[in-house]
């Protein structure tokens, strides 16, 4: 009998009830069924996130990657991260333009630099340096997302993520926005923040999606680990605790999370989050927002 593996994708928290999400709900049940797929052959975690992630930045269907808003001199820039948390390393990019998946130039930082984050004109260079796709045509590369109106992103939970069990016990996490519409130039949300919107060790993987100011002050992703940790909580309670300190600070959203014996935990206190989930167990949904 094969280990237990877990996946858990999401496409934001800035969902409207009653809005038609379709496209974008196709779009997560085709990537969770391959990402199943590869974690039942045995795929690392890591390889997982990444390739779920990359690929909801390529679709154009979320707030990330194509789907990406403008700030307000009409940029697109980017943030990302990803953590394995088998040996804690990490990468991340913040700010970045020109560049067609950050969560590819963030694991190109973390396998190929001694850093962990770059930014700006930083990150640039070295994603140029790295042969990481360009965005040649910004006009014609950007896309709107499915379901999706500019005002939603008022207070912003324009993200997407991933977080993985694989059959070897190793659990990681990626997660890419594409940030507020008419944000101020360089704002940065949690998104690439290591332990505000992205968390993996050897306990659980965290990528969190909402108002990025709150996540980063709650340490939202890494209180979740330290809540388990420390407090001994189950992974639903520490998720539902995290969301309430978010709460306290004025912020929502909400996040997903996948620990060590294969739980999954996807609480939101929005109207709704776009999320897609397998596990060996059997446990597998699409759903964009509850009645």
């Not at 990657?65 to 980017?78: H, K, T």
């Not at 640039?124 to 005002?151: K, Y």
């Not at 992703?221 to 407090?231: E, I, N, T, V």
Request: with cysteine; aromatic share 4%; net charge negative.
């Amino acid at each position: 009998m094969s280990a237990p593996w877990s996946l858990v994708i999401h496409g934001g928290a800035g969902v409207q009830a009653g809005r038609s999400y379709l496209q974008a709900e196709a779009c997560m049940s085709e990537l969770v069924g391959r990402g199943a797929g590869d974690l039942a052959a045995g795929a690392p975690a890591l390889d997982v996130v990444q390739a779920m992630v990359a690929a909801l930045e390529a679709s154009g269907l979320f707030v990330a990657g194509r789907g990406s808003a403008p700030n307000a001199l009409g940029d697109v820039e980017l943030d990302a991260s990803i953590m394995d948390g088998s040996d804690g390393r990490a990468g991340a990019v913040s700010a970045i333009r020109g560049f067609a998946s950050p969560v590819v130039v963030a694991r190109r930082i973390m396998d190929g630099s001694p850093h962990v984050m770059l930014t700006g004109t930083g990150a640039e260079l070295f994603a140029r340096e790295q042969g990481c796709e360009p965005i040649v045509d910004l006009a014609t590369w950007l896309t709107r997302p499915d379901g999706f109106d500019p005002a939603d992103l008022d207070e912003g939970h324009g993200t997407v993520g991933a977080v993985a069990l694989d059959q070897k016990g190793r659990l990681a996490a990626a997660t890419s926005t594409g940030g507020i519409y008419g944000k101020r130039p360089g704002r940065v949300g949690d998104t690439p923040l290591i332990g505000a919107g992205t968390w993996a060790d050897d306990r659980v993987a965290v990528s969190c999606t909402g108002l990025g100011e709150a996540f980063i002050r709650a340490a939202a992703a890494h209180d979740l680990s330290a809540r388990m940790r420390y407090g001994g909580a189950q992974l639903a309670e520490a998720a539902a605790q995290v969301l309430e300190s978010v709460a306290r600070l004025g912020g929502d959203g909400g996040l997903i999370a996948v620990d060590r014996e294969g739980n999954i935990a996807r609480p939101f206190d929005t109207d709704g989050m776009k999320c897609a989930w397998r596990t060996s167990a059997g446990s597998q949904g699409v759903e964009s927002w509850r009645a």
